[in-house]
């Protein structure tokens, strides 16, 4: 079983302040997304990484994927207290991409 | 909007009853989809793939006599969860591909067993 080790798993910062969450994996994933989700509520999809050494933007935040297709980080600059939530990063390997391997993920607060 | 549906967002039931819970695809066709499992505090399990027009897999250690999955159409997927006991308290959450790589989730279905 492949394992996403996300970190740090609680987050806690002041607005305006940046932020990077990690995930790393012995494993090579095809493809890895980025989900936000709130209490009582589905994963949301913010975005999905391809290609070794992709990086992607989305506002205030950066998207990444690590050369080897084995890690991913989520940068957000100047965080808000909008930003506050759950952040998960799922895996997906050879052509299964709905069978998602999840990070244990990172529950971040933005105090105003 | 929201891409998948779920229904109902929120069922209790008596231990030993089943329930039924529904994932649609809303305006495209999904001949896959996924069942994940999320108890409190912790991340989504993958659970098992629902097949439209054969069986669903499952992944290891997940019973498939007690969570009964029927991909009934192009749309709809359903999870029963059968006898139901409280230790099958969690949060299900389906997925469909809707773009090649992309899964899309349902907003979930709360289940509590009393």
């Known amino acids: 079983t492949q394992l996403l080790e996300q970190s740090p798993q609680f987050l806690s910062i002041q607005e305006g302040e940046n932020l990077t969450v990690y995930c790393n994996s012995s494993?090579?994933?095809?493809?890895l997304q980025w989900y936000r989700q709130e209490p009582g509520e589905g994963p949301v999809l913010l975005v999905t990484?391809?290609?070794?050494?992709e990086v992607k933007k989305l506002k205030r935040l950066t998207f990444q994927f690590g050369d080897a297709r084995k890690d991913s980080s989520l940068h957000i600059t100047a965080a808000q207290p909008g930003d506050t939530g759950l952040y998960l990063c799922a895996g997906a390997r050879g052509t299964s991409y709905g069978k998602l391997t999840f990070g244990q993920g990172t529950i971040l607060t933005v105090h105003p | 909007g929201a891409v998948v549906s779920q229904h109902p967002s929120r069922v209790i039931c008596k231990s030993g009853t089943s329930v039924k819970i529904e994932c649609r695809s809303l305006?495209?066709?999904?001949?896959?989809m996924f069942w994940y499992r999320q108890f409190p505090k912790q991340s989504l399990m993958l659970m098992a793939t629902s097949n439209e027009g054969s069986k669903a897999t499952y992944e290891q250690g997940v019973e498939k006599d007690k969570f009964l999955i029927n991909h009934a159409s192009l749309t709809l997927s359903t999870l029963t969860v059968t006898s139901a006991h409280p230790e099958d308290s969690s949060f299900y959450i389906c997925?469909?591909?809707?773009?090649?790589?992309?899964?899309?989730f349902g907003p979930g279905t709360r289940l509590t067993v009393t």
């Open positions: 494993s090579v994933f095809s493809s």
């Open positions: 990484v391809v290609t070794g050494g």
């Open positions: 997925s469909a591909p809707l773009a090649g790589f992309e899964q899309y």
């Open positions: 305006d495209f066709q999904a001949t896959t």
